[in-house]
């Protein structure tokens, strides 16, 4: 069929070593020189990226069985509580757990960091003590070699669109989004925007459980849909959702990773989040897909908002661009006011192209999904006491 190719045809070119690949900011002008049919003729695959701070990440570890055994129950890596429900000797360590006494300044990210890092990690832990597993207390210094697994594991990653922060109030506020200062004197947003994976398929039909991604410098994939996934979200024109949407959660090998592409991020009375750096290749398909690759930030809508109001739902203060957001500064109600980015727009076309490169020189192969994802999900808050709580 005309305009149309398959993930095995576009491999197979891969394989061959004469696969067209671009990134999606450079098949914007490809699009827009010479139209989707005739771009269609002159890309196989589109690469995506975005680094930026995901705090729903974490890694799952295995240090291997003590003599005599121990069921790890109560530990820590660095002073960092882990999870010991997870019996014997494997734990889940999340990237915003903060140590006790590093004020905010180490937590989870680090850990894991450093262990990619090779650094050296104090493990504590201590136990009832079984017939099974009669140890009741280790301390040892680990590095990622001595692990027998390691894999990061995030359930909620790369957000399809995400909302711009002011805050409104007269006094300064800390968040997730960065520190917002009185009454309206900055915004920020987290988004690599043109080049970002869930707005270049934003019906999701080239993404789902299965495929292979860039994370972190190593290659990984997508594990199942990430926490809080919403599909069934007002949209602007080109598929582009009004407010926060898909989710992705993502699972790869720590041990393949780069210390370039993931680091600890430190919020300024907030806490702890990780910087994750993911690239996803989208086979072009069809046309329809090309379409939605070639989307630019001029087209890319988002909301700005009052991050001041202490409750779920905060109100919408105005609806602006990527690229007016880029631009350094926009106008609110009349006021000329500077944006700042919290995710790193380098550091994504770093990765697209990286991932680029790894596709030509027929490393990283494309992958099916085994499942699609649902357009028609929703995200219920938490149930109030006493209430109802359904879709």
């Known amino acids: ?108 990210a680090h850990v894991i960091c450093d262990l990619i890092e090779g650094k050296t990690i104090e493990l504590k832990a201590n136990a009832k003590g079984t017939d099974c597993y009669p140890e009741t207390s280790v301390k040892r210094n680990v590095q990622l070699k001595d692990l027998n697994e390691a894999f990061l594991f995030n ?32 915004i920020t947003y987290s988004t690599s925007g043109q080049l970002s994976p869930l707005l270049n398929d934003p019906y999701l039909k080239s993404i789902g459980i299965g495929t292979r991604i860039f994370l972190a410098g190593a290659q990984g994939y997508i594990a199942w849909n990430g926490t ?15 407010s926060p949407a898909a989710t992705l959660s993502v699972i790869g090998d720590l041990k393949n990773m780069n210390s ?23 086979p072009i398909v069809n046309c329809e897909i090309l379409k939605h ?24 203060v105005q609806t602006t661009t990527y690229k007016q957001l880029r631009s350094g500064q926009i106008t609110v109600n009349g006021k000329d ?10 550091k994504a076309r770093e990765i697209a192209d990286t ?15 085994v499942e699609y994802f649902s357009l028609n999900s929703k995200v219920k808050p938490m149930k109030e006491e006493g209430t109802k709580n359904e879709n």
Do not use: W
């Open 155 to 186: 359930p909620r990653n790369s957000y399809q669109n995400y909302a711009s922060a002011i805050n409104l109030s007269p006094e300064p506020i800390y968040t997730y989004m960065g520190t917002l200062l009185p009454d309206g004197q900055n």
């Open 228 to 242: 809080q996934f919403s599909t069934s979200v007002d949209r602007y024109d080109n598929g582009i959702p009004k």
């Open 355 to 369: 991932l680029k490169k790894q596709i030509q020189r027929g490393e990283f192969l494309l992958t099916e999904p």
């Open 1 to 108: 069929m005309a305009n149309q190719r398959s993930i095995q045809e576009i491999n197979e070119k891969i394989k061959r070593g004469v696969a067209i690949v671009m990134t999606a900011e450079e098949v914007i002008d490809l699009v827009s020189d010479n139209g989707i049919e005739n771009a269609f003729n002159q890309v196989d695959v589109v690469t995506t990226a975005t680094f930026g701070p995901m705090c729903s990440s974490g890694a799952f570890l295995n240090f291997g069985h003590s003599d005599p055994p121990i069921r790890l129950e109560n530990l820590s890596l660095n002073d960092v509580v882990a999870s010991g429900g997870l019996a014997a000797v494997d734990t889940y360590i999340g990237a915003t757990d903060e140590a006790p006494k590093s004020n905010g300044e180490y937590g989870g």
């Open 293 to 316: 690759c070639a989307i630019s930030d001029a087209e890319i809508q988002t909301n700005i908002i009052d991050y001041s109001v202490k409750k779920r739902s905060k109100p919408v």
């Open 337 to 346: 006011i500077k944006t700042a980015p919290l995710s790193s727009l380098k």
């Open 260 to 282: 370039a592409y993931i680091s600890p991020a430190v919020f300024k009375n907030y806490g702890i989040s990780l910087n994750v750096g993911i690239g996803i290749p989208i």
